[in-house]
T-cell receptor
């Protein structure tokens, strides 16, 4: 079956613009996670959803970052008024059930470059 | 959340067995230990998970001592394609997991 997909794969934007990153999880997966990964670092937790409910957004850097998953499937991570420091790989993962021990399946990521 | 400590990097020759140890002194009773592998330009990929003693699958083995304060990922007879970053994660009830920096394994011909 299809894995986690993310779009766009690459995004170049100018400072101050808003961007929306999309994640399409594996069908039937209840939990969806967003991470940010800088070069040479491990994925940094941003937020996660169980179904459509955002359970934890403590990893979002500031109020320019927001995420939603309105129908419990596709999720969008939005960054408003982008800054150069937002440049990174943004990764999405999904898991079948709502447990910290569940295997997370990662998508290919969206590489964001803010000029 | 249980904090993990693992070596930043390791080198190994092809064909050797590689053991990567992760320390997690404050692991909780309901925490599992999970290892992920990440190749450059790809997302992390699940390798193996265990709770106690030993777990083996087609890719690796995971050894967990009785006190569960550490775990060792064992990769038998590594090849060049095993060059990657390996992450040790500890979690159970909490869904917010921390990846850390991981261990960069370089397999040498």
């Amino acid at each position: 079956g299809a894995g986690v997909s993310q779009s766009p794969r690459y995004k170049v934007t100018k400072r101050g613009q808003d961007v929306a990153l999309r994640c399409d999880p594996i069908s039937g997966h209840v939990s969806l996670y967003w991470y940010r990964q800088a070069l040479g670092q491990g994925p940094e937790f941003l937020t996660y959803f169980n179904y459509e409910a955002q359970q934890d957004k403590s990893g979002l850097p500031n109020d320019r970052f927001s995420a939603e998953r309105p129908e419990g499937s596709i999720s969008t991570l939005t960054i408003q008024r982008t800054e150069q420091r937002d440049s990174a790989m943004y990764r999405c993962a999904s898991s079948l059930e709502t447990s910290g021990s569940e295997t997370q399946y990662f998508g290919p990521g969206t590489r964001l470059l803010v000029l | 959340l249980a904090k993990t400590t693992q070596p930043i990097s390791m080198d190994s020759y092809e064909g050797q067995e590689v053991n990567i140890t992760c320390s997690h002194n404050n692991i909780a009773t309901n925490d599992y230990i999970t290892w992920y592998q990440q190749f450059p330009s790809q997302g992390p990929r699940f390798i193996i998970q265990g709770y106690k003693t030993k777990v083996t699958n087609e890719v690796a083995s995971l050894f967990i001592p009785a006190d569960r304060k550490s775990s060792t990922l064992s990769l038998p007879r590594v090849s060049l394609s095993d060059t990657a970053v390996y992450y040790c994660l500890v979690g159970g009830g909490y869904q917010k997991v921390t990846f850390g920096i991981g261990t960069k394994l370089q397999v040498i011909p």
